[in-house]
T-cell receptor, first 111, second 117 residues
Framework: DGGITQSPKYLFRKEGQNVTLSCEQNLNHDAMYWYRQDPGQGLRLIYYSQIVNDFQKGDIAEGYSVSREKKESFPLTVTSAQKNPTAFYLC??????????FGPGTRLTVT | AQTVTQSQPEMSVQEAETVTLSCTYDTSESDYYLFWYKQPPSRQMILVIRQEAYKQQNATENRFSVNFQKAAKSFSLKISDSQLGDAAMYFCAYRSAVHAAGNKLTFGGGTRVLVKP
């Protein structure tokens, strides 16, 4: 079945540690996106990539980094520079002419 | 930059009744897309309905319909014959039609819909 996989569903880290969230898609989509969702709020764009080896900052990129070495993978690293990393993170992908398709999300808790 | 505002944090509706969710947006663009997404407790984002700004006709998907008022920059969602499964967070979203903009989505803050049996 085609879809987006985000693993793990729940992730716990100590403050000061970098952590990488996985996003894999087998939909053959060119574009991929990372959003952050805080409790009771809408999604905010962190980074996006329209093609392999290229990506752009979204509205809240500070403290995050990404890579796009393969079409199917778009990992997000939450660095220690991110002041409030605890949040729900959603990955999405898109085919030209269609809308974004979302993964199930990863809940990151940093203590 | 575009902004999307949902002024109703929570709405309650009786099963089988109708509820309308409000959304306003701000943009200087003339061509764009508007969406309503549903986020149930599973937190999976599900596309409910899409409206293209250049189309005057309001979009409809089964029990879901929109009232798109371009001049007023208003985009409301009507859920008819509400069902228990409609209980969720609903997000209004905007996307520019300009390809160079990266097809990014800008979301409102969400409205929680409660359905009473």
């Amino acid at each position: 079945d085609g879809g987006i996989t985000q693993s793990p569903k729940y992730l716990f880290r100590k403050e000061g540690q970098n952590v990488t969230l996985s996003c894999e898609q087998n939909l053959n989509h060119d574009a991929m996106y990372w959003y952050r969702q805080d409790p009771g709020q809408g999604l905010r764009l962190i980074y996006y990539s329209q093609i392999v080896n290229d990506f752009q900052k979204g509205d809240i990129a500070e403290g995050y980094s990404v890579s796009r070495e393969k079409k199917e993978s778009f990992p997000l690293t939450v660095t220690s520079a991110q002041k409030n990393p605890t949040a729900f993170y959603l990955c999405a992908s898109r085919d030209p002419g269609r809308e974004q398709y979302f993964g199930p999300g990863t809940r990151l808790t940093v203590t | 930059a575009q902004t999307v505002t949902q002024s109703q944090p929570e709405m309650s509706v009786q099963e089988a009744e109708t509820v309308t969710l409000s959304c306003t947006y701000d943009t200087s663009e003339s061509d764009y897309y508007l969406f309503w997404y549903k986020q149930p407790p599973s937190r999976q984002m599900i596309l409910v309905i899409r409206q293209e700004a250049y189309k005057q006709q309001n979009a409809t998907e089964n029990r879901f319909s929109v009232n798109f008022q371009k001049a007023a920059k208003s985009f409301s969602l009507k859920i008819s014959d509400s069902q228990l499964g409609d209980a969720a967070m609903y997000f209004c979203a905007y996307r520019s039609a300009v390809h160079a903009a990266g097809n990014k989505l800008t979301f409102g803050g969400g409205t929680r819909v409660l359905v009473k049996p």
